[in-house]
């Protein structure tokens, strides 16, 4: 399994917010976001039309698979042959590497992530998308389709690809009783100091936030990435407070799983797929979806605005969510499908189950990452949230 190892530390201040005047979100006007936020004004692609040859792509390792790393795993050599479009992928570490490559306007597509789309939404580096003209959209489940890391005014601005949620890990030798809240983490009491780890990026603030909302109503949060100056200093206290909690904050899933296993780490934040692997390797651990709910991820692909090869980059984006293509990704990355259909494909016949792929109820719980943005998206119009810039420097502070 190859699967994205998410490091990022999004540059402070890289969201260009450019706004138009004018209404609608067909290409004729500019759709009003957060706060009346306004995207830049960019036409559409109206009709789909030959294939240019190629379409170069930005994704996350293991998202575009042509059977170099293993021979079984490759849903690229069949999309090339039947369109005639060469894959060029470019394989990026970090949201904020797509980000700038994506401004380069040398690529076509991108795989982005919710701490990324909509920086690239509104700094007009993708355009709206058609999805009329990428007939497996209408198979994507109902919960991924007009979210607020993915569209602007009801305009789609990408295709989701799949999801997965950030989940609770504990060694069921060590940790008793079993967890069933985020508390666990945060308790300045607890027997487990130095044994516990976060995922380590300014993100993580959001679950802090989550923990907050459900804890201190007081506070006002609705949405753990709209937080003004009040809310952000609570949850920026609390990851203070459990930095001294800390034995790592991981990024590589690999090192995580190593953690676990020798008993480094008995507690914390992690993906279904790290725990699968670490049972895999008879560590004694289990994970929960807490009972405050958690924080996930639904990752998005996206087509520039100043894209080359346009044709040839719908036609990408219609494959990687068909059916079989779409199976694929998932079970070679290690998330829930995007495509309701690509459940009946998957080699492992509890791969959806596993992932949750078609339980909405328990995704209900899951608040995805959505890019921070000085206009609060959670739509406040009498305050200033805090954007990313401030998210990261506060991240760097927290870890001293």
């Known amino acids: ?22 209404g609608g979100d067909d ?49 690229v050599s069949g999309f ?24 380069t306007g040398e690529y076509d597509v991108v795989s982005a992530s919710g701490d990324a789309s909509l920086r690239l939404i509104y700094g007009g580096d993708v355009a709206p998308v058609n999805t009329d003209l990428i007939a497996n959209y209408s198979d994507v489940f109902d919960g991924l389709k007009n979210k607020a890391w993915n569209s602007v005014g009801g305009q789609p601005y990408g295709v989701p690809h799949g999801r997965g949620a950030n ?15 985020w508390g666990a983490v945060f308790d300045a009491n607890s027997p487990y100091k130095g044994k516990i780890t976060a995922y380590d990026s300014p993100i993580y603030i959001a679950d802090a936030a989550l923990y907050l909302m459900k804890t201190k109503p007081d506070l006002g949060i609705k949405n753990p990435y709209a937080l003004d100056d009040t809310q952000f200093k609570a949850a920026t206290d609390l990851l203070t407070q459990q930095n001294e909690l800390i034995g790592e904050y991981w990024s590589d899933y690999t090192k995580e799983v190593q ?7 008995v507690l914390g934040t992690t993906w279904q797929v790290i725990t699968n692997l670490a049972q895999a390797d008879k560590a004694p651990v289990e994970a929960v979806l807490p009972s405050e709910g958690a924080t996930g991820w639904s990752d998005t692909w996206m087509i520039s605005s100043k894209a080359k090869h346009p044709n040839c980059g719908y036609l990408w984006m219609n494959h990687i969510i068909s059916p079989k293509a779409n199976a694929g990704v998932a079970e070679w990355f290690g998330e829930a499908p995007a495509n309701k259909l690509s459940c009946a494909e998957t080699a492992d016949k509890n791969h959806c189950k596993t992932f949750h792929a078609e339980d909405e109820a328990y995704f209900d719980q899951v608040w995805y990452w959505t890019t921070p943005l000085a206009q609060c998206v959670d739509g406040r119009t009498d305050v200033t949230c805090k954007d990313y810039a401030a998210w990261t420097q506060a991240w760097t502070t927290i870890k001293g």
């Open 1 to 22: 399994m190859r699967h994205r190892v998410l490091t990022s530390v999004l540059a402070a201040g890289v969201l260009v917010l450019a706004g138009c005047g004018g």
């Open 27 to 75: 290409g004729e006007g500019a759709a009003a976001g957060p706060g009346g936020l306004s995207v830049p004004k960019i036409d559409k692609l109206a009709s789909l039309g030959a294939g240019e040859g190629t379409v170069n792509v930005i994704a996350w390792a293991g998202y575009v698979e042509d059977g170099s790393t293993d021979p079984k795993v490759d849903w």
């Open 80 to 103: 090339e042959k039947e369109t005639g479009c060469q894959v060029n992928t470019k394989v990026a570490g970090t949201s904020d590497e797509m980000v700038t490559l994506m401004k």
């Open 167 to 181: 989940l609770l890990m504990y060694r069921t030798d060590t940790v008793k009783p079993a967890p069933t809240s």
């Open 259 to 265: 953690a676990f296993k020798s008993g480094d780490s």
